[in-house]
């Protein structure tokens, strides 16, 4: 699989509080050609995200987007999806593969000891972040800037997302800075524009 260069987390919270419907906002993103996306869905109940997921997966029916499950390995497997992101407070990278075989994992990292632990693991790919500052992960780490994401490809030859704060005008500078791919939540909600046009956007961009 070649990695597609942009990431969309479709963050649960945020499209709530912007009123945006999850199913309408997919379907922009499948019809722009979107070919890697998150669920995201942190205070939703097991039913909530199972829901979520099947309307995910119905507005990229016929695509060739991969689509990952945030946290929830157990949740993958039950919505019949291959994909799971983890983080440091999550299962790690090898559980994920027990409970989900043939799985495409993710797993987060924030320094240099965790990238490198990260490349000599299970994880398919490896996030760095936050690059920039966010506002819609609050308990995010300390930010590593583009230098961050330097080092992190220097440590490993896994596919490299970076997350946290990328926007249309900073992600270029992120892939310049050596990663495969960005991921991003807030960055496709700009004033005026709609979601699916943003992302559009992102992957003329970041194509090159
Ligand atoms: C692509 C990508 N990178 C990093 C994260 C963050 O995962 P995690 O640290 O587990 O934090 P939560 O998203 O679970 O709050 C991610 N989700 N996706
Ligand atoms: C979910 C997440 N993980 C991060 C990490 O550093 O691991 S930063 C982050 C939030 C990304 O949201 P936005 O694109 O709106 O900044
Ligand atoms: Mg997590």
């Not at 999850?22 to 996306?37: F, K, T, W």
């Not at 497997?77 to 495409?104: C, I, N, Q, Y």
């Amino acid at each position: 699989m070649k990695f597609p260069k942009l990431y969309v987390i479709l963050d649960v919270e945020t499209l709530e509080r912007r009123g945006l419907r999850l199913s309408c906002v997919a379907g922009e993103l499948a019809r722009a050609g979107v070919e890697l996306v998150q669920l995201r869905d942190k205070q939703g109940s097991p039913q909530d995200v199972l829901r979520r997921a099947a309307e995910v997966e119905r507005e990229f029916a016929g695509t060739q987007c991969r689509l990952v499950m945030n946290d929830r390995a157990d949740l993958a497997v039950l919505a019949g999806w291959t994909g799971v992101h983890v983080g440091h407070k999550d299962m790690p990278p090898v559980a994920v593969r027990e409970v989900l075989s043939g799985a495409f994992v993710g797993v987060s990292t924030h320094d240099g000891e965790q990238v490198r632990a990260a490349d000599a693991g299970e994880a398919d790919y490896v996030a760095i972040g936050p690059v920039f500052a966010t506002s819609t992960k609050l308990d995010a780490e300390p930010v590593v800037g583009l230098d961050g994401v330097r080092k992190a490809r220097a440590l490993t030859s896994k596919p490299l997302v970076a997350i946290g704060g990328i926007t249309l005008e900073n992600a270029r500078s992120v892939i310049d800075a050596g990663a495969d791919s960005v991921a991003v939540i807030s960055a496709l909600f700009v004033p005026g524009e709609r979601p699916g046009k943003v992302a559009e956007e992102l992957i003329a961009r970041l194509s090159s």
